[in-house]
């Protein structure tokens, strides 16, 4: 897992080389700017979007936990505390940009 670097495109993890993977997300953001998505709706079941998120909460919780900034736990309340405001009360609404 690549962590902290900014202004430049992650390496593709090795999974990417093996026959049959395939990109599903892919995100860009930077300060004061909007983030902007390209996403792959590859599964039939929407649902698999709900495993794919907590599985990013999860890795990024333990990021900030490698990187010593935040305990992984105390990350990943945080990630779950601003997820469910969102849900809530959305701060944006998404727009087709390709």
Do not use: C
């Not at 992984?72 to 087709?96: C, H, M, V, Y």
Request: charged content about 25%; aromatic content about 10%; proline content about 5%.
């Amino acid at each position: 897992m690549i962590f902290g670097r900014k202004n430049t495109e992650l390496e593709k993890p090795p999974i990417a080389k093996e026959q049959g993977s395939f990109e599903i997300l892919r995100v860009w953001g930077g300060v004061n700017l909007p983030q902007q998505y390209a996403l792959n709706t590859t599964w039939d079941d929407p649902g698999a979007w709900g495993l794919l998120l907590m599985d990013i909460a999860r890795h990024a919780s333990k990021a900030y936990d490698s990187a010593g900034q935040i305990s992984e736990q105390e990350a990943l309340s945080r990630i779950k505390q601003i997820f469910d405001a969102e849900w809530g009360s959305a701060t944006d609404e998404p727009e087709k940009i390709l």
